[in-house]
């Protein structure tokens, strides 16, 4: 399994609000390295969504915000719409294994 | 914009080496750290290595004693080298830039990926 831990799943309507979290531990998220989220829309490349925490790379809408909290980050996303249908990504620095390290992706279905 | 392009063959034998290129246009290679990364059909991203264009690499530890990343900056390209692959390697490749090699790095952009398929 994934060194970052994310729910497999989530889900909402279009118009409300959803969060993803991003578990980790004291080598990585705990030890004060930076989260980072990514986009993978179906059949494409994963796209960077938020970089450093709370930053969002030009041309990504404020709908998507990042925190991060002890072990933990969470990526946000306001004002759901149908083209948020993709799965997400959370990425660190894990310091035990001397690696960039991802989390295993969350699927995220707009009903 | 920059713009990153994965190449290479599809398939692969069990127990030889995979062998993919990446194109970078829109930037020059001398510049940044440029990135591996893969994903097995239906799971996650695992990150492979790093090169820089003065040569200076780092690699999975997962990976390191099957791994070699290297740099050609006359074709602005570096490429990725697997040895003695098995079906566990069977992954869409991506190549990727970082504007930082320190821990907190991220990785934008990616090129769109290549499927490689390990089997005889």
């Known amino acids: 399994q994934s060194v970052l831990t994310q729910p497999p799943s989530v889900s909402g309507a279009p118009g409300q609000r959803v969060t993803i979290s991003c578990t980790g531990s004291?080598?990585?998220?705990?030890?004060?390295?930076?989260v980072h989220w990514y986009q993978q829309l179906p059949g494409t490349a994963p796209k960077a969504l938020i970089y450093?925490?709370?930053n969002r790379p030009s041309g990504v809408p404020d709908r998507f915000s990042g925190s991060k909290s002890g072990t933990s980050a969470s990526l946000a996303i306001t004002g759901l719409q149908t083209e948020d249908e993709a799965d997400y990504y959370c990425q660190s620095y894990d310091s035990s294994l001397s690696a960039s390290v991802f989390g295993g992706g969350t699927k995220l279905t707009v009903l | 914009q920059v713009q990153l392009q994965e190449s290479g063959p599809g398939l692969v034998k069990p127990s030889e080496t995979l062998s993919l290129t990446c194109t970078v246009s829109g930037a020059s290679i001398s510049s940044y750290y440029w990135h591996w990364i893969r994903q097995p059909p239906g799971n996650g991203l695992e990150w492979v290595g790093f090169?820089?264009?003065?040569?200076?690499?780092n690699y999975n530890p997962s990976l390191k004693s099957r791994v070699t990343i290297s740099v050609d900056t006359s074709k602005n390209q570096f490429s990725l080298k697997l040895t003695s692959v098995t079906a566990a390697d069977t992954a869409v490749y991506y190549c990727?830039?970082?504007?930082?090699?320190?821990?907190?790095?991220?990785?934008?952009?990616w090129g769109q990926g290549i499927l490689v398929t390990v089997s005889s």
């Open positions: 090169i820089y264009y003065s040569g200076n690499t």
């Open positions: 004291s080598s990585n998220i705990g030890a004060g390295y930076d």
């Open positions: 450093g925490n709370t």
């Open positions: 990727a830039r970082s504007t930082t090699v320190t821990w907190n790095r991220w990785f934008d952009p």
